[in-house]
């Protein structure tokens, strides 16, 4: 299986802050990567597909980037809604979830 | 507008099983796969498998054989995860995500159900 390896494991920012988080992949997925939101006590949220596909709905403060093994999430500027843990998947074959990153309150 | 109801929460004894099921209404249930994802108290999303809406096959992930059953029931859009033999260890929510394709490209879960949380304890 292919295994995602997301970095930090968890960070401290403030509002207003440009926050950069990293996944990994054991092998070359192209762009087969997703990115979701978590919240506590919900469901995870479609965020970023493809690499670089913003989900309809999603603000534009989320962008992704990346190809081949290396992937970013950014969110040029963090709002109060933000706070929540982040996770990479890829799509490429099956499906795995990178272990997440927990974005809290500085 | 497409949503994903799931059962209530599950608590059980070591030993027994357990059936989820997840409806699905807004959509076309069989234009889409169905993925099964666990997350144990505190931890992270581990993809379970999915299955296929159109003919029933399941796929399921390296850790998820044996003891985990995917379903479905097209004639109420409802599929449902069944785990036998239940074990501590098994105590976790667990979601379904409707599986998006784009120009057969694997995308991932757009919509989600709203959790089952399922306890195994004596």
């Known amino acids: 299986d292919i295994q995602m390896t997301q970095s930090p494991s968890s960070l401290s920012a403030s509002v207003g802050d440009r926050v950069t988080i990293t996944c990994r992949a054991s092998q070359t997925i192209s762009t087969y990567l997703n990115w979701y939101q978590q919240k506590p006590g919900k469901a995870p949220k479609l965020l970023i597909y493809s690499a670089t596909s913003l989900q309809s709905g999603v603000p534009s403060r989320f962008s992704g980037s990346g190809s081949g093994t290396d992937f970013t999430l950014i969110i040029s500027s963090l709002q109060p809604e933000d706070f929540a843990t982040y996770y990479c998947q890829q799509t490429y074959s099956i499906l795995t979830f990178g272990g997440g990153t927990k974005v809290e309150i500085k | 507008q497409v949503q994903l109801v799931q059962s209530g929460s599950e608590l059980k004894k070591p030993g027994a099983s357990v059936k989820v099921s997840c409806k699905a209404s807004?959509?076309?249930?069989?234009?889409?796969?169905m993925n099964w994802v666990r997350q144990a108290p505190g931890q992270g999303l581990e993809w379970m498998g999915w299955?296929?809406?159109?003919?029933?096959?399941?796929t399921y992930a390296q850790g998820f054989t044996g003891r985990f059953v995917f379903s479905l029931d097209t004639s109420v859009s409802t599929t449902y995860l069944q785990i036998s033999s239940l074990k501590a260890e098994d105590t976790a929510v667990y979601y379904c995500?409707?599986?998006?394709?784009?120009?057969?490209?694997?995308?991932?879960?757009?919509?989600w159900g709203q959790g089952t949380p399922v306890t195994v304890s004596s």
């Open positions: 995500a409707r599986h998006i394709t784009v120009a057969g490209r694997n995308i991932g879960g757009d919509y």
């Open positions: 807004g959509y076309t249930f069989t234009n889409y796969a």
């Open positions: 299955i296929n809406t159109n003919t029933g096959n399941p």
